[in-house]
């Protein structure tokens, strides 16, 4: 993993291990669905009505038995934090590190840019920051894929705001009962939320199957205290004018392990004292 500002790389770490995965979301949640239990309606939308009523075709749903996982858009106009996105997904591309995960941080983007390779010859490349538009990120995308070389056919072009606001355990309901990105699961400093959103859909399972209260299971989560740590540090960045700590910094492989961890919500005391020190202003105030 590689940590850029400015293009300038400030430092990389080798984990040893794979630490980062990329799903085939259509395939894993296929697996699910190959089953007799499940009636599936493709293209099929929901009307929701007030965030309360529920129809398919017409025809009301049992409020009781709904869950909601429509992602960001549920309860879009609440959210208090989001940021837009674009990704391209690019064939015929050179890559030389095919395991190596760029994040690129820029002066006055509070956000970040990413290159995850997906083979030699394709890559991911995005970029994703609060309070700036979708053209103005597509912009600086295209001068990155020129820097970085990764010039080659564009296969797939996609974005979606994404809620960097954190776990809102209080949206979970029921009922309706709701999970995923509908709630916030998603990591506010990184905008990770695929991992988050299956626990959610776990904590919900395991609520209903024990009958538990959902939402108290959703705070005890240590993805809801990573979450509010986050979001703390996002809304400093914010505060700041958008002044990113990585100006004229090297970074120690040490620390880039930190940074990963912090990202994930890992970040246990040691690491995270270890990373104030060398990145006082981010945490300042803050622990
Ligand atoms: C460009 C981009 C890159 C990202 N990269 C990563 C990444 O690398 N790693 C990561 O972990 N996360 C990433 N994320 C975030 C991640 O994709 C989301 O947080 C995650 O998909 C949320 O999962 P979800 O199931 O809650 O919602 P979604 O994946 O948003 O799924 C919701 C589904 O509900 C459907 N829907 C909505 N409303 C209705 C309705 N009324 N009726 C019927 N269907 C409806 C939608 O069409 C959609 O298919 C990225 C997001 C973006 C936009």
Do not use: C
């Not at 989001?82 to 941080?105: C, P, S």
């Amino acid at each position: 993993m590689e940590v850029y500002f400015e293009d300038k790389r400030l430092g990389r770490w080798d984990s040893g291990r794979k630490i980062f995965f990329l799903v085939d979301r259509t395939k894993y949640l296929e697996e699910y669905l190959n089953n007799d239990l499940i009636e599936l309606k493709l293209s099929t939308a929901v009307k929701i009505r007030n965030n309360d009523e529920f129809l398919v075709e017409d025809k009301k749903l049992e409020k009781e038995k709904v869950i909601v996982a429509t992602g960001v858009t549920w309860r879009l106009k609440e959210r208090d934090m989001v940021a837009n996105t674009i990704q391209y997904i690019m064939e015929g591309v050179k890559i030389d590190e095919v395991h190596t995960m760029k994040f690129l941080f820029y002066q006055g983007l509070v956000g970040y840019a990413w290159i995850f390779p997906l083979s030699e010859n394709s890559v991911k490349v995005g970029i994703g920051g609060i309070n700036v538009s979708v053209d103005e990120l597509e912009n600086k995308l295209n001068s990155i894929i020129k820097k970085y070389k990764l010039e080659g056919k564009v296969v797939k072009r996609e974005g979606a705001p994404i809620d960097m606001g954190g776990l809102k355990p209080e949206w979970g309901g029921g009922p309706p009962y709701a999970i995923g990105e509908a709630i916030g699961a998603v990591m506010p400093l990184t905008g990770e939320g695929i991992r988050p959103s299956i626990i959610t859909a776990h904590a919900l399972a395991t609520a209903l199957t024990k009958n538990n209260n959902y939402k108290k299971i959703l705070s005890g989560l240590g993805i809801y205290k990573a979450s509010k740590l986050q979001r703390k540090i996002l809304e400093r960045v914010l505060k700041q004018g958008a002044e990113l700590p990585f100006k004229d910094k090297e970074l120690s492989p040490k620390t880039i392990e930190a940074i990963y961890k912090l990202g994930m919500g890992e970040l246990g005391l040691r690491d995270l004292l270890s990373l104030a020190s060398k990145l006082p202003s981010l945490l300042r105030g803050i622990i």
